[in-house]
């Protein structure tokens, strides 16, 4: 007998704990308070074994990600410019998440009664509260690096680590190697431990869905139904918006680019491995894009390396629908300083795992807004459905960027003469 995937073992774990939540409500409400009172610290043990292992693991992989990216852009021209369209297009979607997510939640209808039960079952040590400019300019850098990181700051954690990590750029290469090793081993140490909690993940995730839904009814699936709605609705605008990039930056036909990346876009939602889809993505770039091989050999394995567009939308998504459930209200501060950290987080969580990817990066984006991180939980049981359009849009945004950067580097010019381009309409 085969047992079931780690990823349908938590979504097993949610369809029994809103099965078991609703039933005891319905039938024997007594004995659902009893089970909340049960299943309420269990969750919370779940979710404080994965909070702990946030800020050593963002720490490192800021540093690691600074590394990976200045070693990158020293080793040429074309390195460069594809780093610099990497970064303009990743804050460019954290803008766009940061805009419209709260447009399209606050358009969507609020359950006080919603609001009430996460208030009262998934409780949290406070309420966002937007800071004045002046405040949040002076809390950007910390005074006290280690206390920051003990109250859980991360934005000024990250942007220590930002210091840090150009700082280890002067340093001698042997005495840089071994900060990088010990970084590297902070990181794998930092996962395991993920895996490990992870692995009790259908446990809490059903703990935390029975308290909720034996409170909040079948509210609480309605509302999980609109975060995977409006994630995938999310992951389609961008790419959506790449198309409309390749015709301003790149000089070419959103049609003609539409055709050339199918073959590509069909195997990242087969496979939903950006990876798995970079041959797919080689072939289209060069022969049916007409890119040059200087260009696409190498701005390719740095976008499956370095570049997801969907990864910031993704943790910007996933805590405005936490300040939504939690009827809290984001200020314009607030959530610039929330995309400013996904941008930076993304590009160094790209190799993580699915699921520890998402604990250990929306984790902190969630919690620097202010935010609670209880309801996490439940999303992390649903964030697997959007899946093949997150990955479908990464493997768009990866040929964007390499027709972005193609265009801009005629140096790297070749004389092919097979390849057609994506010749303006």
Same mark, same amino acid.
């Given at each position: 007998?085969?047992?079931?995937?780690?990823?349908?073992?938590?979504?097993?774990?949610?369809?029994? +704990?809103?099965?078991?939540?609703?039933?005891?409500?319905?039938?024997?409400?007594?004995?659902?308070?009893?089970?909340?009172?049960?299943?309420?610290?269990?969750?919370?043990?779940?979710?404080?074994?994965?909070?702990?292992?946030?800020?050593?693991?963002?720490?490192?992989?800021?540093?690691?990600?600074? #590394?990976?990216?200045?070693?990158?852009?020293?080793? @040429?021209?074309?390195?460069?410019?594809?780093?610099?369209? %990497?970064?303009?297009?990743?804050?460019? %979607?954290?803008?766009?998440?940061?805009?419209?997510?709260?447009?399209?939640?606050?358009?969507?209808?609020?359950?006080?009664?919603?609001?009430?039960?996460?208030?009262?079952?998934?409780?949290?040590?406070?309420?966002?509260?937007?800071? +004045?400019?002046?405040?949040?300019?002076?809390?950007?850098?910390?005074?006290?690096?280690?206390?920051?990181?003990?109250?859980?700051?991360?934005?000024?954690?990250?942007?220590?680590?930002? %210091?840090?990590?150009?700082?280890?750029?002067?340093?001698?290469?042997? /005495?840089?190697?071994?900060?990088?090793?010990?970084?590297? +081993?902070?990181?794998?140490?930092?996962?395991?431990?993920? /895996?490990?909690?992870?692995?009790? #993940?259908? *446990?809490?995730?059903?703990?935390?869905?029975?308290?909720?839904?034996?409170?909040?009814?079948? @509210?609480? *699936?309605?509302?999980?139904?609109?975060?995977?709605?409006?994630?995938?609705?999310?992951?389609?605008?961008?790419?959506?918006?790449?198309?409309?990039?390749?015709?301003?930056?790149?000089?070419?036909?959103?049609?003609?680019?539409?055709?050339?990346?199918?073959?590509?876009?069909?195997?990242?939602?087969?496979?939903?491995?950006?990876?798995?889809?970079?041959?797919?993505?080689?072939?289209?770039?060069?022969?049916?894009?007409?890119?040059?091989?200087?260009?696409?050999?190498?701005?390719?394995?740095?976008?499956?390396?370095? %570049?997801?567009?969907?990864?910031?939308?993704?943790?910007?998504?996933? #805590?405005?629908?936490?300040?939504?459930?939690?009827?809290?209200?984001?200020?314009?501060?607030?959530?610039?300083? +929330?995309?400013?950290?996904?941008?930076?987080?993304?590009?160094?969580?790209?190799?993580?795992?699915?699921?520890?990817?998402?604990?250990?990066?929306?984790?902190?984006?969630?919690?620097?807004?202010?935010?609670?991180?209880?309801?996490?939980?439940?999303?992390?049981?649903?964030?697997?459905?959007?899946?093949?359009?997150?990955?479908?849009?990464?493997?768009?945004? =990866?040929?964007?960027?390499?027709?972005?950067?193609?265009?801009?580097?005629? =140096?790297?010019? =070749?004389?092919?003469?097979?390849?057609?381009?994506?010749?303006? =309409?």
């Amino acid at each position: 007998m085969r047992w079931p995937g780690a990823t349908a073992r938590v979504l097993l774990g949610l369809l029994a +704990g809103a099965v078991v939540g609703l039933a005891l409500a319905h039938w024997n409400p007594a004995a659902a308070e009893r089970a909340v009172a049960i299943a309420q610290p269990i969750g919370r043990l779940w979710l404080s074994g994965l909070q702990m292992t946030v800020v050593p693991l963002v720490l490192a992989l800021v540093i690691l990600g600074v #590394a990976t990216a200045s070693d990158a852009a020293a080793s @040429g021209r074309v390195a460069r410019r594809a780093m610099i369209v %990497f970064i303009a297009l990743l804050s460019l %979607f954290a803008a766009y998440a940061a805009t419209v997510a709260p447009l399209v939640l606050s358009a969507m209808p609020h359950s006080p009664e919603l609001t009430a039960t996460l208030r009262g079952t998934l409780p949290s040590a406070g309420e966002a509260a937007a800071p +004045g400019i002046a405040a949040w300019v002076g809390g950007i850098i910390p005074s006290n690096a280690i206390m920051a990181a003990a109250q859980g700051a991360m934005l000024p954690v990250v942007v220590f680590a930002l %210091f840090f990590g150009f700082a280890l750029t002067r340093v001698q290469a042997e /005495r840089r190697a071994q900060v990088i090793g010990l970084c590297h +081993g902070i990181a794998d140490t930092m996962i395991v431990i993920v /895996r490990w909690m992870l692995l009790a #993940a259908p *446990i809490g995730v059903f703990a935390l869905v029975l308290a909720v839904c034996a409170q909040a009814g079948i @509210g609480v *699936i309605g509302a999980l139904a609109g975060y995977i709605v409006l994630q995938c609705g999310m992951y389609l605008g961008a790419t959506l918006i790449c198309y409309a990039l390749v015709a301003l930056l790149a000089g070419g036909s959103p049609l003609a680019f539409a055709k050339a990346i199918l073959p590509a876009q069909v195997v990242a939602a087969s496979t939903q491995s950006s990876l798995a889809s970079l041959p797919a993505m080689l072939e289209s770039a060069r022969f049916r894009l007409g890119h040059p091989r200087a260009v696409a050999a190498l701005v390719l394995p740095m976008a499956v390396t370095l %570049f997801r567009i969907t990864s910031p939308i993704q943790y910007i998504v996933a #805590a405005c629908f936490v300040a939504w459930a939690y009827g809290i209200e984001l200020g314009a501060v607030t959530l610039a300083a +929330g995309a400013a950290l996904a941008v930076v987080i993304s590009l160094g969580s790209i190799g993580l795992p699915g699921q520890v990817s998402f604990m250990a990066t929306v984790m902190p984006v969630t919690q620097s807004m202010g935010l609670p991180i209880e309801p996490l939980g439940l999303l992390l049981a649903v964030d697997t459905i959007p899946d093949v359009f997150a990955t479908t849009g990464n493997v768009t945004g =990866d040929l964007t960027a390499t027709s972005i950067v193609a265009r801009h580097s005629p =140096d790297a010019q =070749d004389s092919d003469e097979d390849a057609p381009g994506i010749a303006a =309409d």
